[in-house]
C-alpha cells in the first residue's frame, strides 16, 4: 500500500504543470524543415487520422494559434487528440495502426450489455463460476447486489470478474455476447476493430486510437455508463452489509487534469501485455472537449502523463470557435 501511495504521489508531482515536449523539439534538433501551417508532422507521426465519427461534423474545427508547435513527445505506440464537436484530428501518430486494447474492450461490452434491456434495480449475485482466472475481483461472491453496482465494478475497478457476471446475467453466450459486440463495432463504422472476449483479455480485441475515440464517445451518450467514467471511487453495499470499495483504474480522475479550469469527463484504461498500458479519455477546457487516446504505453503512469501532456498542448495550440 505504501508504494501505492509514494507511486500515485510522484505521479501526481510530475504532472502539476502542463509542460509537454513540444514534437517541434526534436524536428529542430534533426533538421527537419516543417510548413508553418501542418498541424500534424507526417515525417514524424504519420498522416491525420480517417474518423468514422458517429455524430455530425458541421460544427467547424478549432483554428491553430501556435503554428511553431507540431505536437508532444510521447513514447507510445499509437496516440490521437480529436476535437470532439468536429471530430477533426489535432495530433496523431501511427493513427490507423490496429493494436490489441485490453480492458477498453468494456466499454463495448457495456453497451452491448445496455441492450438486453436490463433491469439495473434488480439483485442479483457474482458467483465463483463468474471468475475470470485474473485481475483484481472486488464483489462478494454470492452475496446479492444490484446489477447497476455489478456494471459499476466492470466499469470503475476495470473487474473482470464482474464483466464475465454482466455477460451472464445479459442472458446471452458467451459467443453470442462476443458477436455482437463486433456487429456493434461496425454499426459504429469501427471497420478495424475486432473483438474476442469480453473483458479485453484476449490479445485479439484490437482496434485504433481513432475508432476507439468513437467508442468512447458512444459510451458518453449513455448515463449509465457515463456516471462510472468519472468516479473516482465506487462503495458498493451488499446484501449481508459487506462493503466494497472499488478505486477507479483511471489516475486522471485524480489529477491536476481533474480540477479548475480541466474537468476529465470520461475514460476507460486498458492493459495486458501485449497491449501495453492504455487509456481513453475525454477533457473539457472552458467549455471544449477533446477526446485522447494512448495505446501501447510502456509504464503504467506514462499515458496519464500522455494524456495530460497531449490535452495541455491541444488548448494551448488551437482555438475553438465561438458559436
Not at 489535432?90 to 493494436?99: A, D, G, I, Q
Not at 465463483?128 to 470503475?156: C, H, I, K, Q, W
Request: a negative charge; glycine letters at 6%; hydrophobic letters at 45%.
Amino acid at each position: 500500500m505504501i508504494v501505492k501511495v509514494l507511486s500515485n504521489l510522484l505521479f501526481a508531482a510530475s504532472v502539476v504543470n502542463f509542460f509537454p515536449i513540444d514534437g517541434a523539439v526534436l524536428e529542430l534538433q534533426a533538421g527537419v524543415e516543417i510548413a508553418n501551417d501542418t498541424v500534424i508532422s507526417s515525417l514524424v507521426y504519420g498522416p491525420t487520422a480517417t474518423l468514422p465519427m458517429a455524430k455530425d461534423k458541421a460544427a467547424p474545427p478549432p483554428k491553430k494559434v501556435d503554428l511553431q508547435s507540431f505536437g508532444v513527445v510521447t513514447s507510445a505506440q499509437s496516440v490521437i487528440v480529436i476535437d470532439a464537436e468536429s471530430g477533426t484530428s489535432l495530433f496523431s501518430k501511427n493513427p490507423n495502426e490496429v493494436r490489441p486494447i485490453g480492458s477498453i474492450s468494456k466499454l463495448m461490452a457495456a453497451l452491448v450489455f445496455l441492450e438486453t434491456d436490463p433491469n439495473l434495480e434488480a439483485y442479483v449475485s457474482v458467483t465463483p463460476e463468474d471468475f475470470a482466472g485474473t485481475g483484481r475481483v472486488y464483489l462478494y461472491y454470492n452475496d446479492p447486489l444490484r446489477l447497476e453496482d455489478v456494471l459499476g465494478a466492470s466499469m470503475v475497478g476495470s473487474d473482470n470478474t464482474a464483466t464475465r457476471a454482466l455477460v451472464r446475467h445479459s442472458g446471452l453466450t458467451t459467443e453470442e455476447f462476443v458477436a455482437r459486440m463486433n456487429t456493434k463495432a461496425i454499426e459504429l463504422g469501427m471497420l478495424d476493430s475486432r473483438f474476442e472476449d469480453p473483458s479485453g483479455l484476449s490479445v485479439n480485441n484490437v482496434s485504433t486510437v481513432g475508432e476507439l475515440s468513437v467508442l468512447l464517445a458512444e459510451a458518453k451518450q449513455h448515463p449509465e455508463i457515463a456516471q462510472f467514467m468519472t468516479d473516482a471511487t465506487l462503495s458498493v453495499q451488499q446484501s449481508s452489509g459487506r462493503v466494497a470499495s472499488i478505486p477507479s483504474t483511471n489516475l486522471l480522475l485524480t489529477s491536476p487534469l481533474n480540477s479548475g479550469d480541466y474537468q476529465v469527463t470520461a475514460g476507460k484504461t486498458g492493459y495486458i501485455p501485449e497491449a501495453g498500458y492504455c487509456l481513453a479519455a475525454a477533457v473539457v477546457h472552458e467549455g471544449n472537449e477533446v477526446y485522447i487516446v494512448v495505446l501501447g504505453a510502456d509504464e503504467i503512469e506514462a499515458r496519464f502523463e500522455d494524456a495530460i501532456d497531449l490535452a495541455g498542448w491541444a488548448f494551448k495550440t488551437f482555438e475553438w470557435p465561438t458559436l
